[in-house]
C-alpha cells in the first residue's frame, strides 16, 4: 500500500511541477517579450513624435544638412532634462522629453540614404535596410516624403542591469512558486491516497477472510465513485458467493438425503426379502423396481443438469414446427390429463415461425413444464400452450399457463433452484426429483432464451420463455 502512495504522490508532483515549470517558462518568454515590446513601442512613438518636428527642420534649412550636429547637440541635452533650446538649428525644434541617450536616431532623405545616425557616424551615406524602412516612420512636408526616420532602444548599462535584476527576480518568484506548489501538491497527493487506499485497505482485509471461506464480509460504500463501486461489486459477489455455498452445502444435503431414502428402502426390503419378513411376489418386487427408478431419474438429472451448468450440453438444432410440436406433446400427456379431468390446449397461430431447437431437449422443457402444471392443477382446471412472435426480433414467446394452486410469492426467485420445492412430501409423492425446473432453465438459455415465471396464489401460474427462430423463417 505504501507503494502506490507514493506513486499518487510523484504522480501529483509531477504533474503540478510540469504544469508550473511549462506556465512558469510561458510566462517568463511572455514578460521579457513584453518589455521588449514597450522598448520597441516606446521608440516607435519617439519616432513618430520626431517626424513632424524633423519635416520642420527640413522645410526651415531646406533640406538635411547639419543634422547630424543638430541631433548630437540636442539629444543629450533632452536626457538630460533640458527643454526648448535657443535658435532654430538648436534642440529648439525638438519636442520637449522626446529622447535620451538610450535611444538612436536614424534619419534618411527621400532616397532611403542615411543623413545622420546618432549611434554611429559613419553610417552616413549608406542605405537602409529594407527591414529598417518598413520599421522607420515617413517623414513628410506638403503631403510629399521627404525621409524617414527609425528610432531604436539601446539600454544603457544601468538599464541593462535592472533588466536582468527584473529577469533574476522573476526566475526567483518562479522557482519558488514551482517549489511550493510541488510540496503543497505532495501533500495533496499523500491525503488523497489516504482517502483512496484506506477503502482498499478494508476491500483487501475482507477479501481475504472471504477466501478463507467467510461469506458474511461486508465493506462499507463511503462513495459514489468507483471506489464506491467498487466496494458495492465487492460486497454484492460476497453475497453471491455466501448465497452459493448456500446452495452447495443445501445441494449436498439435498443430494445425500434424496440418495438416502431409496437407498435405505431397498435394503430394508432386500433385508425383508432375505429374512422372509417380506414374500418375494411381484408387488412387493415392483416397489424396489421404483425406488431403483427413482434414483436413476435422480442421477440423470443430476447429470444434465451438470452438463448444463458446465455449458457442455450437446444440442442437435433443426427447425422445429410449434403446432405439430406442442400438439404431439399433449396427445402424450391426454390421458393423464383425462384421468385428472385437466382440459389441455394448445394455442400456436398458424403460419408461426418455427424455432430453431433440439426437439430432444425441446421435449423435455415442454414435459418438465407440463408435468409440473399436471401435478398443480385440480380437476376441472386448465393448461394451454401458447405462442406469439416475440417483441424481440429473432424470436418467439412461449407460454405455458395453468390454473393450478399457484406459488406462493416468497418462493418465485427461488423456483429455479436445485432441489428448491416449497413441499417436500408432495414432491416424494409424485417421484420427482426437484431438478426439473433448474434444468429447463438451463436447458433454455443453452438455445440462447431466457425464461420467467408469474404466479398468483390460488389462481395458477404461468411460464414463460423464449427461443430463437430459425433462420430464414
Known sequence: MRSLTWKIMLAFALVVLLALGTVGWMARRAAVAQLGAYSTSG????????????????????????????????????????????????????????????????????????????????????????????????????????????????????????????????????????????LAAIALGFLLARQILAPLRHLRQAAVR????????????????????????????????????????????????????????????????????????????????????????????????????????????????????????????APQAQERGIALQADVPEGLSPVYADPQRLSQIFHNLLSNALRHTPAGGRIEIRARPAPQAGYIAIQVADTGSGIPPEELSHIFERFYRGDRSERRAYGGTGLGLAIVKHLIEAHGGQISVQSRPGEGTTFAFTLPAAPGS
Open 43 to 182: 521608440a516607435r512613438l519617439r519616432a513618430e513624435r520626431l517626424a513632424p518636428s524633423l519635416a520642420e527642420y527640413y522645410a526651415q534649412t531646406g533640406g538635411w544638412a547639419g543634422l547630424q550636429d543638430a541631433l548630437n547637440t540636442a539629444i543629450p541635452m533632452m536626457g538630460a532634462g533640458m527643454g526648448r533650446g535657443r535658435g532654430a538649428m538648436g534642440p529648439a525644434w525638438l519636442p520637449m522629453g522626446i529622447m535620451g541617450t538610450s535611444y538612436r536616431v536614424i534619419v534618411a532623405d527621400a532616397g532611403d540614404v542615411v543623413v545622420a545616425d546618432t549611434g554611429a557616424q559613419d553610417a552616413i551615406g549608406r542605405r537602409l535596410k529594407p527591414e529598417e524602412r518598413s520599421a522607420g516612420v515617413p517623414i513628410e512636408w506638403n503631403g510629399q516624403r521627404i525621409g524617414t526616420v527609425l528610432v531604436l532602444f539601446e539600454a544603457t548599462e544601468i538599464e541593462q542591469q535592472l533588466a536582468s535584476q527584473f529577469r533574476q527576480a522573476l526566475d526567483r518568484s518562479l522557482l519558488v512558486s514551482v517549489i511550493v506548489a510541488g
Open 210 to 333: 472471504v477466501a478463507a471461506g467467510d461469506f458474511s464480509q461486508r465493506v462499507q460504500v463511503a462513495s459514489h465513485d468507483e471506489v464506491g463501486d467498487l466496494a458495492h461489486t465487492f460486497n454484492t459477489m460476497a453475497e453471491a458467493l455466501g448465497r452459493q455455498e448456500e446452495l452447495r452445502r443445501q445441494f449436498i444435503a439435498d443430494v445425500s438425503h434424496e440418495l438416502r431414502t431409496p437407498l435405505a428402502i431397498i435394503q430394508a426390503h432386500l433385508e425383508a426379502f432375505l429374512d422372509d419378513v417380506y414374500p418375494l411376489t411381484k408387488e412387493n418386487i415392483a416397489n424396489v423396481l421404483d425406488e431403483v427408478m427413482l434414483l436413476g431419474r435422480l442421477t440423470e438429472d443430476l447429470r444434465q443438469l451438470a452438463l448444463a451448468e458446465a455449458g457442455q450440453l450437446s444440442l442437435q438444432r433443426e427447425p422445429v414446427d410449434l403446432a405439430a410440436f406442442t400438439a404431439s406433446i399433449l396427445a402424450g400427456l
